[in-house]
């Protein structure tokens, strides 16, 4: 795993659609609008937040993390409207041992079934297998969760099975859990088709 790729410089990404990159205290009303939504976290193991001192503190702990080399927490930014925060994604628990990450993502209600979670699963797809060299991403789903399913499957995810009351997750109690994964391997095969 290169994780100079990962923290030596916060990492921007861009497409022609999307830029991916690090969250700032100006982007706290978008990012309270996210975080105060229960719906956005119908399906996470994330509580709502309900006050915007308690989001604009969460903003600094992004960067805590990073500098910490524990996650990596990407705004997701429209290319056309560079400044408009509608969604997060992040890289986090990244086992050198294995060489693998997880990754998880939630998007702006007003933002859903845009293409924008798809995309974004994308670009951090191809910069974690092509830039860091992890053989393995996976990302963990409560299975009534199928718009989130349905990106990862678009992405060449493959559910690997359900963890039974396997998670303890804040605001949800003990959850099943599907895992989804793509080794390096499944990743090259794609890029070849």
């Known amino acids: 795993?290169?994780?100079?790729?990962?923290?030596?410089?916060?990492?921007?990404?861009?497409?022609?659609?999307?830029?991916?990159?690090?969250?700032?205290?100006?982007?706290?009303?978008?990012?309270?609008?996210?975080?105060?939504?229960?719906?956005?976290?119908?399906?996470?193991?994330?509580?709502?937040?309900?006050?915007?001192?308690t989001v604009l503190t969460m903003i600094g702990h992004f960067k805590r993390d990073?500098?910490?080399?524990?996650?990596?927490?990407?705004?997701m930014f429209p290319a056309q409207q560079s400044e408009r925060l509608v969604g997060i994604i992040e890289a986090f628990e990244f086992n050198q041992r294995v060489n693998m990450a997880t990754i998880g993502y939630f998007l702006a209600e007003a933002h859903?079934?845009?293409?924008?979670?798809?995309?974004?699963?994308?670009m951090v797809v191809r910069f974690l297998m092509e830039e860091v060299n992890v053989n393995r991403i996976q990302a963990?789903?409560?299975?009534?969760?199928?718009?989130s399913k349905q990106v990862l499957r678009k992405n060449g995810f493959t559910l690997e099975g359900t963890l039974r009351q396997a998670a303890l997750w804040s605001g949800k109690g003990i959850v099943d859990l599907e895992i989804y994964g793509l080794l390096q391997e499944d990743y090259q095969n794609?890029?070849?088709?």
């Open 1 to 53: 795993m290169n994780s100079n790729a990962l923290f030596h410089e916060f990492p921007v990404l861009k497409s022609d659609h999307l830029i991916l990159r690090e969250i700032e205290d100006c982007h706290l009303e978008e990012l309270y609008e996210i975080y105060s939504n229960d719906n956005v976290f119908e399906y996470c193991g994330i509580i709502p937040k309900h006050k915007k001192d």
């Open 112 to 122: 859903w079934g845009k293409g924008f979670a798809s995309e974004a699963v994308q």
């Open 140 to 147: 963990e789903v409560m299975p009534k969760n199928e718009p």
């Open 190 to 193: 794609r890029q070849t088709r």
């Open 66 to 75: 990073y500098l910490k080399k524990s996650r990596v927490k990407w705004g």
